[in-house]
T-cell receptor
Framework: DAGVTQSPTHLIKTRGQQVTLRCSPKSGHDTVSWYQQALGQGPQFIFQYYEEEERQRGNFPDRFSGHQFPNYSSELNVNALLLGDSALYLC????????????FGPGTRLLVL | TQLLEQSPQFLSIQEGENLTVYCNSSSVFSSLQWYRQEPGEGPVLLVTVVTGGEVKKLKRLTFQFGDARKDSSLHITAAQPGDTGLYLCAGSVYGGSQGNLIFGKGTKLSVKP
């Protein structure tokens, strides 16, 4: 049983560019949440998707957008990249309406130069 | 704004010692999770505590949820080098969905042989 998978593992972009990160949830899970983890910090909630809709959003600008597909996989898009967007981007999956527990993927390390 | 304060921020001990990590907040959480994270990887779920006063044990790890659901502790008995890592606590807010986890900044534990 595959856990949460994310791609790519690492990415280098320059300021102003756009990036798309991908996540496949654990088998049997239907919600996907995205988090940003800066160096030395705990993860910060970006948004959550369920039934292909954004259900909750953290304190992130509109440059951060996402999508969930019918197979429950998800994408995180970041436009007009800033140096401060450099971080580990984590995807977590779970089951809607069940125990408040999430399983995380290995993350995508994004470096903005 | 809900905040989770973790202490200590850094901890370096010898193999065989005991330690306790604390997670405190002024907010009430419906549940609290503890994760361990290795460098460059995603957080791995250790335990979820739901009931005020609940105590859960996982081998040498003991987790406690405060009676008022505002704080939690993680105690490790006879620490081993394999326990080295970043320990994160994360809370789910009452009335929120499972997607919005609030994380502490973490406790970086180093266990020397």
């Amino acid at each position: 049983d595959a856990g949460v998978t994310q791609s790519p593992t690492h990415l280098i972009k320059t300021r102003g560019q756009q990036v798309t990160l991908r996540c496949s949830p654990k088998s049997g899970h239907d919600t996907v949440s995205w988090y940003q983890q800066a160096l030395g910090q705990g993860p910060q909630f970006i948004f959550q998707y369920y039934e292909e809709e954004e259900r909750q959003r953290g304190n992130f600008p509109d440059r951060f957008s996402g999508h969930q597909f019918p197979n429950y996989s998800s994408e995180l898009n970041v436009n007009a990249l800033l140096l401060g967007d450099s971080a580990l981007y984590l995807c977590a999956s779970g089951r809607w309406g069940e125990e408040e527990t999430q399983y995380f993927g290995p993350g995508t390390r994004l470096l903005v130069l | 704004t809900q905040l989770l304060e973790q202490s200590p921020q850094f901890l370096s001990i010898q193999e065989g010692e005991n330690l306790t990590v604390y997670c405190n907040s002024s907010s009430v959480f419906s549940s609290l999770q503890w994760y361990r994270q290795e460098p460059g990887e995603g957080p791995v779920l250790l335990v979820t505590v739901v009931t005020g006063g609940e105590v859960k044990k996982l081998k040498r790890l003991t987790f406690q949820f405060g009676d008022a659901r505002k704080d939690s502790s993680l105690h490790i008995t006879a620490a081993q080098p394999g326990d080295t890592g970043l320990y994160l606590c994360a809370g789910s807010v009452y009335g929120g969905s499972q997607g919005n986890l609030i994380f502490g900044k973490g406790t970086k534990l180093s266990v020397k042989p």
